[in-house]
């Protein structure tokens, strides 16, 4: 299962998790809009649209990192690609682009 780090265990022995436990997290996790998870294709381009030295540069969606919703982006800079990471709120799609190679 992603994201599972171990196992519940007392005494080194695995537990059961009660039932409402497990539908509650059922129903919180039904509250999450799949697409605000990954608002973004790999190969999309995107810009950074809050302040910083990156501002408005776009570059090429390449993907998540963590679970944290950090994710991985490339940017061509002096006729070189480097990947950085960024968190995802920090982004908004590009509709039309000049990227240049």
């Known amino acids: 299962m992603p994201g599972v780090i171990r196992l519940v265990v007392f005494g080194g022995e695995p537990q059961p998790v009660p039932l409402d ?14 697409a605000s998870l990954r ?3 790999p190969g999309e381009i995107v810009r950074i649209k809050q302040g910083g030295p990156l501002q408005d540069l776009e570059m090429i969606f390449v993907g998540p990192t963590t679970s944290r919703r950090r994710v991985t982006l490339l940017l061509n800079l002096l006729g070189r690609s480097k990947e950085i990471q960024v968190d995802i709120e920090k982004l908004e799609r590009v509709t039309s682009f000049s990227f240049s190679q």
Do not use: T
């Open 21 to 34: 436990v497990i539908e509650a997290i059922h129903k919180r996790l039904a509250q999450f809009n799949a």
């Open 39 to 41: 608002p973004f294709q």
